[in-house]
T-cell receptor, first 120, second 111 residues
């Protein structure tokens, strides 16, 4: 019962390098999200997807691109990494849009364990 | 700017005591959720309260919601060392498409 799996778990990049974070979920969830977590800032939404083939910008999308070619996968790309992108990245998925969540089918977000990225 | 702000930022209590965390938010919501994060791990959903509810219970957790004050509180009764974690409130925003998290309360329960 894997749930939400993120790879890699740790990565160190040099400024200007590119990389892709992979998020895979095995719960057949429609909705997927990428957040970043920085000390004192809580979690901030980068991009999200409301279904296969769709993506939308969140609160802090600059410097990131995403793709949802398959329902179970949500990729987060950094084309030219900057030190400001040093962070812990979390992927999450849900069965319902947050606004529709209720006690019967909570629509809660299921999170991966995080990917710690350092940009030197 | 953050939709949710938790208060206090950090809380240290003794095992057996109750822990209360507060969350304030800015815009109207359909529901508010609380999540827990153990150190170095992902977030885990604890409880959800809808905008037309005032109080909910789940085990040792009690959540209240005051939509007129745009605030919520999470009470953990009879705390245990295993409750040591960060706790975040989250509200649906962007027309309900997104979940926006607060800055979190770091709870430490000492033996």
């Amino acid at each position: 019962n894997a749930g939400v799996t993120q790879t890699p778990k740790f990565r160190v990049l040099k400024t200007g390098q590119s990389m892709t974070l992979l998020c895979a979920q095995d719960m057949n969830h429609e909705y997927m999200y990428w957040y970043r977590q920085d000390p004192g800032m809580g979690l901030r939404l980068i991009h999200y997807s409301v279904g296969e083939g769709t993506t939308a910008k969140g609160e802090v999308p600059d410097g990131y691109n995403v793709s949802r070619l398959k329902k179970q996968n949500f990729l987060l790309g950094l084309e030219s990494a900057a030190p400001s992108q040093t962070s812990v990245y979390f992927c999450a998925s849900s069965t319902l849009l947050p606004g529709l969540a209720d006690f019967a089918n909570t629509g809660e977000l299921f999170f991966g364990e995080g990917s710690r990225l350092t940009v030197l | 700017s953050q939709q949710g702000e938790e208060d206090p930022q950090a809380l240290s209590i003794q095992e057996g005591e109750n822990a209360t965390m507060n969350c304030s938010y800015k815009t109207s919501i359909n529901n508010l959720q609380w999540y827990r994060q153990n150190s170095g791990r992902g977030l885990v959903h604890l409880i959800l309260i809808r905008s037309n509810e005032r109080e909910k219970h789940s085990g040792r957790l009690r959540v209240t919601l005051d939509t007129s004050k745009k605030s919520s509180s999470l009470l953990i009764t009879a705390s245990r060392a295993a409750d040591t974690a960060s706790y975040f409130c989250a509200t649906d925003t962007g027309g309900g498409n997104k979940l926006t998290f607060g800055t979190g309360t770091q709870l430490k329960v000492e033996l």
